[in-house]
Protein backbone atom coordinates (compact mmCIF):
# COMPACT_ATOMS: atom_id res chain seq x y z
CA UNK A 1 0.00 0.00 0.00
CA UNK A 2 0.77 3.58 -0.42
CA UNK A 3 0.41 6.48 1.81
CA UNK A 4 1.67 10.59 1.55
CA UNK A 5 2.50 12.57 4.50
CA UNK A 6 2.82 16.26 3.67
CA UNK A 7 4.70 17.13 6.64
CA UNK A 8 3.04 20.81 7.15
CA UNK A 9 -0.71 21.85 7.34
CA UNK A 10 -0.34 25.16 6.98
CA UNK A 11 2.64 27.94 5.31
CA UNK A 12 2.08 31.19 6.06
CA UNK A 13 4.83 33.28 3.99
CA UNK A 14 5.58 37.10 2.86
CA UNK A 15 5.47 37.58 -0.97
CA UNK A 16 8.35 37.51 -2.66
CA UNK A 17 9.56 35.19 -0.27
CA UNK A 18 11.10 31.54 -1.05
CA UNK A 19 8.55 28.50 -0.33
CA UNK A 20 9.14 24.65 0.18
CA UNK A 21 6.09 22.53 0.75
CA UNK A 22 7.37 19.13 2.12
CA UNK A 23 5.92 15.51 0.46
CA UNK A 24 7.32 12.61 1.89
CA UNK A 25 5.71 8.93 0.62
CA UNK A 26 5.83 5.57 1.54
CA UNK A 27 5.85 2.53 -1.18
CA UNK A 28 6.63 -0.97 -1.79
CA UNK A 29 6.43 -0.22 -5.52
CA UNK A 30 8.01 2.80 -7.95
CA UNK A 31 5.36 5.19 -8.22
CA UNK A 32 4.68 8.31 -10.23
CA UNK A 33 4.60 11.40 -8.65
CA UNK A 34 2.38 14.57 -8.56
CA UNK A 35 1.73 18.11 -7.26
CA UNK A 36 -1.73 19.40 -7.17
CA UNK A 37 -3.65 23.09 -6.42
CA UNK A 38 -6.52 23.77 -5.43
CA UNK A 39 -7.66 27.19 -5.31
CA UNK A 40 -11.20 28.27 -3.03
CA UNK A 41 -14.45 26.89 -4.87
CA UNK A 42 -12.81 24.90 -7.37
CA UNK A 43 -11.57 21.54 -7.80
CA UNK A 44 -7.48 20.27 -8.53
CA UNK A 45 -5.06 20.80 -11.02
CA UNK A 46 -2.12 19.67 -12.08
CA UNK A 47 0.71 21.84 -10.87
CA UNK A 48 3.76 19.23 -12.21
CA UNK A 49 4.53 15.62 -12.15
CA UNK A 50 7.78 12.93 -12.20
CA UNK A 51 7.42 10.15 -14.26
CA UNK A 52 11.00 9.19 -14.99
CA UNK A 53 14.54 10.99 -16.33
CA UNK A 54 15.32 14.15 -14.29
CA UNK A 55 14.84 13.95 -10.60
CA UNK A 56 13.89 18.23 -10.88
CA UNK A 57 10.38 18.58 -12.90
CA UNK A 58 8.86 22.43 -13.28
CA UNK A 59 5.49 24.11 -13.82
CA UNK A 60 5.14 26.86 -15.56
CA UNK A 61 4.46 29.17 -12.97
CA UNK A 62 7.86 28.87 -10.77
CA UNK A 63 7.22 26.15 -8.98
CA UNK A 64 9.90 23.08 -8.95
CA UNK A 65 10.02 19.47 -7.52
CA UNK A 66 12.86 17.21 -6.48
CA UNK A 67 12.05 13.68 -6.19
CA UNK A 68 14.73 11.98 -3.75
CA UNK A 69 14.13 8.31 -4.37
CA UNK A 70 16.65 7.84 -1.12
CA UNK A 71 14.84 9.93 1.51
CA UNK A 72 11.37 8.70 -0.63
CA UNK A 73 10.48 12.64 -0.89
CA UNK A 74 8.84 15.16 -3.66
CA UNK A 75 9.21 18.56 -1.59
CA UNK A 76 7.49 21.86 -4.08
CA UNK A 77 9.43 24.70 -3.79
CA UNK A 78 9.48 28.25 -5.22
CA UNK A 79 12.11 30.43 -4.91
CA UNK A 80 9.70 34.18 -5.01
CA UNK A 81 6.38 33.55 -4.22
CA UNK A 82 2.94 36.12 -4.77
CA UNK A 83 -0.07 36.93 -3.30
CA UNK A 84 -1.78 34.41 -6.54
CA UNK A 85 0.08 31.35 -5.04
CA UNK A 86 -2.02 31.67 -2.19
CA UNK A 87 -4.35 28.36 -2.39
CA UNK A 88 -4.24 24.55 -0.66
CA UNK A 89 -1.77 22.08 -2.39
CA UNK A 90 -1.63 18.52 -2.66
CA UNK A 91 1.00 15.76 -2.93
CA UNK A 92 -0.24 12.15 -4.56
CA UNK A 93 1.44 9.22 -5.66
CA UNK A 94 0.00 6.33 -7.57
CA UNK A 95 1.76 2.92 -8.46
CA UNK A 96 3.28 2.37 -12.08
CA UNK A 97 0.45 0.08 -13.03
CA UNK A 98 -2.60 0.54 -15.21
CA UNK A 99 -6.05 1.18 -13.62
CA UNK A 100 -4.87 2.69 -10.25
CA UNK A 101 -5.68 5.63 -8.35
CA UNK A 102 -3.87 9.15 -7.02
CA UNK A 103 -3.28 8.53 -3.49
CA UNK A 104 -3.43 12.32 -1.61
CA UNK A 105 -1.76 13.64 1.33
CA UNK A 106 -4.20 16.09 3.54
CA UNK A 107 -2.93 19.08 1.86
CA UNK A 108 -0.57 21.97 3.08
CA UNK A 109 -2.63 25.34 2.83
CA UNK A 110 -0.18 28.12 1.56
CA UNK A 111 -1.27 31.46 2.65
CA UNK A 112 0.79 34.76 0.78
CA UNK A 113 0.41 37.79 2.19
CA UNK A 114 2.09 41.32 1.13
CA UNK B 1 -10.65 25.15 -17.28
CA UNK B 2 -10.14 21.56 -17.34
CA UNK B 3 -13.13 21.23 -19.56
CA UNK B 4 -14.71 18.22 -16.93
CA UNK B 5 -17.95 19.64 -15.73
CA UNK B 6 -19.99 18.34 -12.37
CA UNK B 7 -23.71 18.97 -11.63
CA UNK B 8 -25.12 20.64 -9.44
CA UNK B 9 -22.63 22.80 -7.69
CA UNK B 10 -23.97 22.06 -4.34
CA UNK B 11 -26.83 19.41 -2.43
CA UNK B 12 -28.33 19.27 0.58
CA UNK B 13 -29.48 15.74 1.27
CA UNK B 14 -30.90 14.04 3.93
CA UNK B 15 -29.89 10.98 6.33
CA UNK B 16 -31.22 7.91 4.30
CA UNK B 17 -31.44 9.84 1.07
CA UNK B 18 -30.25 8.63 -2.20
CA UNK B 19 -27.86 10.87 -4.12
CA UNK B 20 -26.86 11.12 -7.98
CA UNK B 21 -23.90 13.51 -8.64
CA UNK B 22 -23.09 13.73 -12.52
CA UNK B 23 -19.81 14.24 -14.24
CA UNK B 24 -18.69 15.84 -17.85
CA UNK B 25 -15.60 14.62 -19.31
CA UNK B 26 -13.19 16.05 -21.29
CA UNK B 27 -14.21 14.58 -25.15
CA UNK B 28 -11.69 11.37 -25.65
CA UNK B 29 -10.98 11.09 -22.19
CA UNK B 30 -12.01 7.51 -21.65
CA UNK B 31 -11.52 7.09 -17.96
CA UNK B 32 -12.98 8.97 -15.09
CA UNK B 33 -12.28 8.43 -11.77
CA UNK B 34 -14.23 9.81 -8.60
CA UNK B 35 -13.09 11.02 -5.49
CA UNK B 36 -14.34 12.27 -1.99
CA UNK B 37 -13.09 15.17 -0.25
CA UNK B 38 -13.87 15.73 3.26
CA UNK B 39 -13.53 19.25 4.54
CA UNK B 40 -9.39 19.66 5.87
CA UNK B 41 -8.64 16.24 4.03
CA UNK B 42 -6.86 15.24 0.67
CA UNK B 43 -9.21 13.35 -2.01
CA UNK B 44 -9.59 9.83 -1.24
CA UNK B 45 -10.21 7.50 -4.25
CA UNK B 46 -13.60 5.90 -4.34
CA UNK B 47 -13.62 4.04 -7.85
CA UNK B 48 -12.05 4.34 -11.51
CA UNK B 49 -14.53 3.46 -15.11
CA UNK B 50 -12.48 2.84 -17.71
CA UNK B 51 -14.88 2.62 -21.19
CA UNK B 52 -17.71 2.35 -19.01
CA UNK B 53 -16.26 -0.91 -16.81
CA UNK B 54 -15.44 -0.12 -13.28
CA UNK B 55 -11.60 -1.04 -12.97
CA UNK B 56 -10.61 -0.40 -9.48
CA UNK B 57 -12.23 0.50 -6.43
CA UNK B 58 -11.21 2.13 -3.37
CA UNK B 59 -12.39 1.51 0.41
CA UNK B 60 -15.98 2.61 0.13
CA UNK B 61 -18.72 0.61 0.39
CA UNK B 62 -21.34 -0.69 -2.29
CA UNK B 63 -24.03 2.00 -1.45
CA UNK B 64 -21.60 3.74 -3.44
CA UNK B 65 -21.47 2.57 -7.01
CA UNK B 66 -21.20 4.43 -10.39
CA UNK B 67 -22.15 4.27 -14.47
CA UNK B 68 -19.54 5.81 -17.06
CA UNK B 69 -21.43 6.65 -20.52
CA UNK B 70 -20.56 6.51 -24.28
CA UNK B 71 -20.69 9.92 -24.57
CA UNK B 72 -18.38 10.95 -22.22
CA UNK B 73 -20.35 11.25 -18.75
CA UNK B 74 -20.78 9.37 -15.88
CA UNK B 75 -22.56 9.10 -12.59
CA UNK B 76 -22.06 8.81 -9.19
CA UNK B 77 -24.58 7.15 -7.15
CA UNK B 78 -24.75 6.70 -2.85
CA UNK B 79 -27.85 5.25 -1.25
CA UNK B 80 -28.82 5.18 2.27
CA UNK B 81 -26.95 8.59 2.85
CA UNK B 82 -25.14 9.24 6.23
CA UNK B 83 -23.71 12.18 7.61
CA UNK B 84 -20.28 11.46 6.86
CA UNK B 85 -21.27 11.35 3.25
CA UNK B 86 -20.68 15.10 3.78
CA UNK B 87 -18.17 16.10 1.65
CA UNK B 88 -17.02 17.53 -2.04
CA UNK B 89 -16.88 14.92 -4.71
CA UNK B 90 -14.15 15.28 -7.28
CA UNK B 91 -14.21 13.54 -10.72
CA UNK B 92 -11.54 13.31 -12.69
CA UNK B 93 -11.24 12.50 -16.56
CA UNK B 94 -8.06 11.35 -18.06
CA UNK B 95 -7.25 9.72 -21.76
CA UNK B 96 -6.01 5.93 -20.95
CA UNK B 97 -6.08 4.23 -17.70
CA UNK B 98 -2.50 4.53 -17.42
CA UNK B 99 -1.22 5.56 -14.26
CA UNK B 100 0.96 8.07 -15.38
CA UNK B 101 -2.10 9.86 -17.79
CA UNK B 102 -2.88 13.20 -15.83
CA UNK B 103 -6.27 13.50 -14.37
CA UNK B 104 -8.00 16.69 -15.28
CA UNK B 105 -10.44 17.78 -12.26
CA UNK B 106 -14.04 19.05 -12.63
CA UNK B 107 -14.85 21.73 -9.44
CA UNK B 108 -16.79 18.95 -7.52
CA UNK B 109 -20.11 19.10 -6.26
CA UNK B 110 -20.47 19.89 -2.84
CA UNK B 111 -22.78 17.36 -0.73
CA UNK B 112 -24.56 18.14 2.57
CA UNK B 113 -26.01 15.35 4.67
CA UNK B 114 -28.48 16.50 7.14
Known amino acids: AQSVTQLDSQVPVFEEAPVELRCNYS??????LFWYVQYPNQGLQLLLKYLSGSTLVESINGFEAEFNKSQTSFHLRKPSVHISDTAEYFC????????????FGKGTTLSVSS | ETGVTQSPTHLIKTRGQQVTLRCSSQ?????VSWYQQALGQGPQFIFQ???????GRGNFPPRFSGLQFPNYSSELNVNALELDDSALYLC?????????????FGPGTRLLVL
Open chain 2, 49 to 55: YYREEEN
Open chain 2, 92 to 104: ASSRGQGAQETQY
Open chain 2, 27 to 31: SGHNT
Open chain 1, 27 to 32: SSVSVY
Open chain 1, 92 to 103: AVTPNQAGTALI
